[in-house]
């Protein structure tokens, strides 16, 4: 179990003027929310803005440099559009900032950065541990463009073994640890949680249910006939013996595996011996899920209690990195990483960048391996520590039981890339199949494919979905309502055609009406960009409409308004003969409709992304759907809030009622003035 530390991390960056932490779906700290305000309060020196507008690049760093103290601190560079361009830290920021004006010796990527820097901005700490804090906070937020960028950031899932009631429960928990209870983790995927929380029931016979679900059981639940549950929802067991097997569970998450076993063990020979062979299955049963853990845990090394595990990997202008997390000396898991970094930087500059910002806010361990020596290690092992509020260290293991498991990580790591690059391999040919097969002037690097969804016309929504290099980029998805008023229900068209006017229209005001000029931008950009999800083109190089000629032409009846039509390739995919997949028919502007062969992998990948599209659109269509059938008919009346509705749902049971009430009685509920109980009074009997 991890221990929960102090929460200095507020303290720590009011002290250094810090920024946030990103408020990740269940990042450990709770100052998340606090910490956002206060990046917004930091007290930047603004120099920049007020040097002449005709200073750009190596000028306008020089001038900056003058004016520089000789303190720690950091620095932001900003580009012409007011992008951040780079968040670095240093000891000294007048020297760090002035080496930027050196005629020579930058790399290309520095080079560019330098050319293109239009402002900057700084702030001071008392230390460069404070320095150091404050970066990898700022480019988690920010992601500047030339960092270093830790990508898929989500938060580890722990296991919760409630203490908020008599009967604890165990279950899964992402997120703030806001619920009392003895928190063991991280894992490294929710499934690894899964796996581990159904051989604990076996194991343990704990409870997963909610509480409203335990207080309202009248009898057992299946759970407690297959024997992965104690029931004492119903009594089926007293709550000091459901205690000790919430004690027993605790203690196996805490690393005392083997003295559970040895007790299971000496109960269930005890048991054989007094011919009780009923209870000595239940205890033999119990061992075997234990046993079960454990086989799916992997290594787990003598002597290595706390520790994350990392490797790094490079090749092919890309980086993997391998983090193993262990846990009361048992492995619970591994993840691997693919940072975006440009690909002249060696991998100690890579691990310690990434380092600072995976533990920006994660809780680290006591002991952190590493392959080899990271750029600033002794710094940030202290800014560790002082976040930690307990020592923190960092080590490059040389032989013995750490260096094997450094090298088993750089195996995953090597293994990892090699599979990311295959399957990047294989997107590269299928994107330039599509270009060829439409006739594009090259591999389409934003696919955009739509599809609508709704039932009778009712719940209507439009889905967007987005694929790139890297395959289905997930945090590019759209849903759009659908609540044009001259719309038919179950008008496919109209929904389509608003569907295209709000994307357009947004596009064109966030981005401008000339896609070329963004492709002519991403051709200087580093290579690694064109590997990231983070880094997608905002306009689509191709779009695809789940439809056929009708389709196709509302589209382009809305692209032609826009004044965008010449400049946005689109394709409608329209359903083959008898509807079977493989015999699509693809609708384009340029010639007849035309079928691809049955076994092109082209037309396999088409169909990929049409059924993702089809995919997300029921479901976003199906999570409309139930939130409105569990719509409080309250909710339509302008001024009623949470705790009004509250209020009338106690005084008169359910809003029916509400709306059978006469205005007197409307009125004596509390909360409820006379001005808002004839509002109440006259929206029901109005509609009625």
């Known amino acids: 179990m991890i221990d929960e530390p102090e929460e200095t991390d507020d303290d720590l960056i009011e002290e250094a003027e810090a920024g946030p932490q990103d408020d990740d779906e269940g990042a450990p700290g709770d100052g998340a929310a606090a910490s956002a305000a206060l990046l917004a309060s930091i007290d930047w020196d603004d120099a920049g803005r007020q040097l002449a507008a005709d200073l750009v690049g190596a000028d306008l760093i020089a001038a900056l440099a003058k004016r520089l103290p000789n303190q720690p601190g950091v620095y932001r560079m900003f580009g012409k559009d007011g992008d951040v361009l780079y968040v670095g830290k240093a000891s000294s920021l007048k020297k760090r900032v002035a080496s930027y004006t050196r005629l020579g010796g930058h790399t290309q990527r520095i080079a560019r950065m330098i050319r293109e820097t239009r402002q900057m901005e700084f702030v001071t700490t008392r230390t460069e541990t404070e320095a150091l804090l404050l970066e990898a906070n700022l480019i988690k937020r920010l992601r500047p463009r030339y960092n270093v960028l830790l990508r898929d950031d989500k938060s580890f899932p722990y296991i919760l073994v409630s203490e908020d009631h008599e009967a604890p429960a165990i279950m899964k928990h992402r997120g703030a640890r806001s619920r009392k209870g003895s928190y063991f983790g991280p894992f490294a995927s929710a499934g690894a949680v899964g796996r581990t929380i159904n051989s604990l029931q076996r194991a343990f016979l704990l409870r997963t249910c909610t509480d409203s679900v335990y207080e309202s059981r009248t009898r057992p639940c299946l759970l407690h006939q297959i024997k992965r549950c104690a029931a004492p929802c119903t009594g089926e067991i007293s709550i000091a013996d459901y205690g000790a097997?919430?004690?027993?569970?605790?203690?196996?998450?805490?690393?005392?595996?083997?003295q559970i076993k040895s007790g299971m063990s000496a109960a269930m020979q005890e048991a054989s011996d007094d011919l009780d062979f009923e209870r000595a299955a239940i205890y033999r049963d119990r061992l075997a899920a234990l046993s079960h853990v454990q086989s799916h845990q992997g290594i787990n090394p003598a002597g290595i209690e706390e520790a994350d595990v990392f490797a790094i990997h490079q090749e092919g202008g890309m980086t993997c990195i391998q983090v193993f997390f262990f846990r009361t000396g048992q492995n619970w898991g591994n993840r691997a990483y693919f940072p975006k970094a440009d690909s002249s930087l060696e991998p100690g500059e890579v691990l310690g960048a990434f380092l600072a910002q995976f533990y920006d806010d994660k809780p680290a361990p006591r002991l952190i391996l590493l392959p080899l020596v990271v750029d600033d290690g002794p710094l940030l092992a202290e800014a560790l520590s002082l976040k930690a509020v307990h020592r923190v260290q960092i080590g490059v293991p040389a032989r013995g039981l750490k260096r094997d498991l450094v090298d088993h990580a750089t195996a995953n790591a090597r293994e990892a890339l090699g599979r990311r690059l295959a399957e990047t391999s294989s997107q590269a040919r299928l994107l330039a199949g599509v270009a060829e097969t439409f006739g594009l002037a090259r591999a389409p690097r934003r696919i955009e494919v739509y599809d609508n969804s709704h039932i009778m016309g009712t719940a209507a929504v439009g889905a967007m979905i987005v694929?790139?290099?890297?395959?289905?980029?997930?945090?590019?998805?759209?849903?759009?309502?659908?609540?044009?008023?001259?719309?038919?229900?179950?008008?496919?068209?109209?929904?389509?055609?608003?569907?295209?006017?709000?994307?357009?229209?947004r596009l064109i005001k966030e981005h401008g009406g000339e896609p070329e000029s963004v492709a002519a931008e991403e051709d200087e950009a580093d290579p690694q960009d064109a590997l990231s999800d983070a880094t997608l083109p905002a306009w689509p190089d191709l779009v695809l409409i789940d439809g056929g000629k009708g389709q196709i032409s509302a589209v382009r009846e809305i692209l032609a308004d826009l004044g965008i039509a010449e400049r946005v390739t689109t394709i409608g995919v329209a359903k083959g003969v008898d509807r079977d997949a493989g015999r699509e028919r693809f609708v384009t502007g340029t010639r007849e409709p035309f079928s691809l062969p049955p076994r092109d992998p082209v037309l396999y990948f088409l169909q990929r992304l049409r059924d993702e599209a089809h995919r997300f659109a029921i479901g976003t269509h199906r999570a409309r759907r139930k939130k409105e059938l569990v719509k409080n008919p309250l909710d339509e009346i302008g001024?009623?809030?949470?705790?009004?509705?509250?209020?009338?749902?106690?005084?008169?049971?359910?809003?029916?009622?509400v709306s059978r009430a006469a205005l007197t009685d409307l009125r004596e509920v509390e909360g409820i003035s006379a001005a808002m109980a004839k509002l109440i009074y006259d929206h029901f009997h109005e509609r009625g």
Do not use: C, W
Not at 474 to 483: A, D, E, L, P, V
Not at 639 to 657: E, N, Q, V, W
């Open 245 to 258: 097997l919430v004690g027993e569970a605790k203690a196996f998450l805490s690393g005392r595996s083997n």
């Open 639 to 657: 001024g009623i809030g949470p705790s009004r509705k509250r209020a009338l749902l106690h005084h008169f049971g359910t809003a029916k009622a």
């Open 467 to 505: 694929a790139g290099p890297q395959g289905f980029a997930k945090n590019h998805y759209r849903k759009f309502n659908i609540r044009g008023d001259d719309i038919t229900p179950g008008d496919d068209f109209g929904m389509m055609k608003e569907v295209m006017r709000r994307r357009f229209s």
